[in-house]
């Protein structure tokens, strides 16, 4: 055991071997602060010896404090000081120390311990550790994202200056300290805070992207990034970092945007968008139509396009890739593939794909399904043929014009009778090939056609390639484009010369009598309506004369009939002599003659006409070597006073002949009211027919038309009949003119229709060949307004089919110059009624307009049928009409036929049907139902 140390000796000794062996410089100072004891530590620190330290005071080793200072320091026993402070080396060095100082009372005096430690190299590491702090931060300032620090309890420790900047705050250092709550709103420090607990409870990383719509300066993203931080196993805090992301989210939300766009394209594409390489391999495929791809989606991908298509739609194909890849597009290229649902076409638009090098481009080709046009183009061109075949087939000349009149087309019949081939025409215009005169009227024709876009008709007199004069009818069509400009004008050339030598023919036969060169009654008709209007027009006074032989017929019979004619010619020449150059004398009839007397000035000028028409037959007539003296009657009528129809005037004319003849030949009388009993009679019929309706007094009875070659009833005409208790029957010739006068016959008309209607429907009920039945129509009733309705109605009402209705109206009505007619015509054809001209031949313009109405059946007139076996002149007049029927694609019914020979004539001559006395009289309804379809043998 070592003895106790509380001897003073070994104490002290113990003390000094300790301080010299501190590693810190000891100083002890007396009361006038001046160094009594050093130690070693001491003088190796300051560079001094032990000696001259002894000879110093602390003013003397420290920078910072002064004599007068440090003696005015009041001390007391047992006081401590701790400071840091620099001492200056003997070499002048500055130390940093820190000084621990104490105050001792010994034997009453203060002494002063002083233990001071160089702390030279711990401030050394700490300025080093400040310098490696700011170099951190400067490399954090850098930085263009914000990146911190903070201790577990959310202080920052760590901010660069991005984040200050996000914090509005100037300096990094001024986050330092502070929390999330201190800096942004509290929601969002909130859940900073909760996002900070969860990497630090979960260890992991977490990365957020977070939307901050109230940002001061606009809305921005963020993403943050937040990691726990761990050192030496201890728990550090989160460090995290954060960017601003605006910019590519709103790129991210463009480019959604285009996708979606894009997307939305594709889905309401009908096409089928591939992306190929240019050698042809399916890189992708968008369709909502799966069913027009070659191959299903999957199959196709990787796949080429040789492997996929045919042969020849792979080759089209690839030209069109080739192309694209080569110019940038292609387009039109059309190939054919055959789907699952069949055989479709497809049009290609290939494009090439934007790409930064054009080494190996991409190419874009939408697919259209262009089927229904393809067939509608092959349909197209099928028709074109199809039309274009008729064309050049057709007998018809045709020609298509530009609006220069220069030939874009001409079929091979056109070219034919130019004596040219077809494309020798073309450019050429009408008048370089038709001939001058003939040219130049085509030529203006067209012009107008050009101008008014309405489409004409003209006849055409021209000369062919081989001389012949060719009458053509010329119908010129205007052609439209999408914009209804006439960009054409077609003309179709039907000739019509045989028909027009026809018309001719049948005119001069038709108007004049052959046998004395006169006009005939129907010019004689004609012209006295020509006369009525033209007087009325200029309130002209105007005569009729009628002039009848005497004993004619007792000539006739004693000398001949050459005599007769002989007779007749000679006094015709005489009329004609003895009236004025524009009187008009015609032969209406055997012996009888009609002047018509135009322009006359008072009834007294014409007695002088009279006079002179007398005359002529005062001198003898040479007959077989005779004189023979021929008188003649003569009635006269004067417009208006004795009528204002040519009906009325050719009848009080005639009515004035006859009594002229029953007074005594070679006689005149001109017509009175008193001279028939004409009015009387009228009158009486008018009151009875005002009555006829309604006492049921009116019946209809029906004719058979028979087909001439086998005898089959094929239809009937309805014809009126009237029985008045009073009067008895009345012929309807008699009663309807004073219906149609009175206006009766538009309800007569109506009832007669709706019989006619009624009986055609029960005779067609059971679906046998239809049996038209021919209603007659007169003008009034055609010309009545309502007429086209009441008809549809009437069809209705008795369930008839207007396919089983015809209706004969007289070819006068063809005359009407306004339209009207024409009108009414057509409309009664588009509703299915056909329609016949009745006694066919009596009136005088129709042959020029027959081609002009929808007229589908002529029933050539009584009179003309009943000398058809014994006139060679009327024979062939009705093989005229049957011809020019022919040509007009009209129906023949001959009316009025009694005997065997004009059967067979008509027969052999191309008539179809015939009505007749020689098959049947009109029959009442219930006899005529049974002879329906049935066949009529005429007897013999
Ligand atoms: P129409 O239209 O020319 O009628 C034909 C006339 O010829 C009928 O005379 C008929 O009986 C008669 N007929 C038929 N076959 C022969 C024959 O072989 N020989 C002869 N000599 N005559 C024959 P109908 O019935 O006296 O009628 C005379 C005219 O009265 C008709 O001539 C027609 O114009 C008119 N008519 C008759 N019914 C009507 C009607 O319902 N409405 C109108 N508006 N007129 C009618
Ligand atoms: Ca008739
Ligand atoms: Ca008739």
Known sequence: MSPPLNTALPRLTLLEAALAQCQDAIFLEDDQRRFVYVNGAACRLLGYSEDELLAMGPPDIDPHVTWPQLLAGTWA?????????????????????????????????????????????????????????????????????????????????????????????????????????????????????????????????LCEEEFHPD???????????????????????TVGFSRDITDRKQTEHDLQQILALLQGV?????????????????????????????????????????DVLSPESAAIGRSALEEAALTGQSFGKVIRIDTPSGTRWFELSVSRMASPDNHDPHLITVSRDVTARMELQAALAREEHKYRSLVEHSPDATARFDPQLKCLYANPAMADQMGRLPDALVGLRPSEFIGTQAGEVLESALASVFASAERSTLELHWHNARGQTVCSMVTLSPEFDAANTVVSVLAVGRDISELRAYQDKIHQMAFYDPLTGLANRVLFNDRLTQMIAEASWHQHVAGVMIVDMDRFKQINDTLGHAAGDELLREAAHRLRDSVRGYDTVARLGGDEFGVLLPQVRDTESLGRVVQKVQAAFDRSFALTGRDVIVSCSIGISVFPQDGTDSDELVRHADSAM??????GRNGFRFYSKDLTATAQERLTLEQGLRRALDRNELTLHYQPKVALHSGVVQGSEALLRWCNPVLGNVPPNQFIP?????????????????????????????????HKVAVNLSARQLQTPGLLPHLAQTLVDTGCQAAWIELEITESLLLDEDGRVLQTLEALRSMGITIAIDDFGTGYSALSYLARFPIDTLKI???????????????????????????????????????????EFLLAHGCELAQGYLYSRPLPQTDMAPRVGAVLTPPG
Not at 116 to 137: F, G, I, P, W
């Open 215 to 237: 940002f001061p300066g606009g809305a921005k993203w963020t993403e943050t990034w937040r990691s726990p931080l761990h050192l030496d196993g201890d728990l550090l805090g």
């Open 658 to 663: 006859y009594s002229a003849k029953r007074l």
């Open 266 to 306: 594709i889905d309401a594409f009908p096409d089928v968008l591939f992306e190929v390489s240019r050698e042809g391999r399916y890189l992708n495929v968008w369709t909502k139509n799966p069913e027009l791809l070659a191959a299903s989606r999957e199959q196709l991908l990787g796949r080429c396009l040789d």
């Open 861 to 903: 007139d009584r009179s003309f049928i009943q000398s058809v076996t014994t006139d060679r002149y009327r024979a062939e007049l009705v093989r005229a009409i049957l011809s020019i029927a022919r040509c007009l694609n009209q129906q023949v019914v001959a009316e009025g036929v009694e005997t065997l020979e004009q059967a």
């Open 738 to 770: 004073v219906a149609e006068d009175a206006g009766l016959i538009v309800d007569i008309g109506a009832w007669v229709l709706q019989q006619a209607c009624r009986a055609a429907a029960e005779w067609n009920a059971p679906h046998q060949p239809v």
């Open 77 to 205: 026993a047992g006081d401590r000081r701790g400071f840091h402070t620099h001492h200056r080396t003997r070499s002048g060095q500055l130390i940093p120390v820190d000084v621990n100082g104490t105050c001792l009372s010994v034997a009453g005096r203060l002494y002063f311990v002083s233990m001071a430690r160089n702390v030279s190299e711990r401030e050394a590491h700490q300025t080093e550790l400040k310098r490696r702090d700011r170099q951190l931060q400067a490399i954090l300032d850098v930085f263009p994202f914000l990146v911190w620090w903070k201790d577990p309890q959310g202080v920052i420790q760590v901010a660069n200056r991005e984040s200050a900047r996000w914090a509005n705050l100037e300096e990094a250092s001024a986050l330092i300290g502070k929390t999330d709550f201190d800096l942004v709103p509290e929601d969002w420090a909130a859940s900073y805070a909760e996002g900070d607990q969860r990497v630090i409870s979960s260890g992991q990383v």
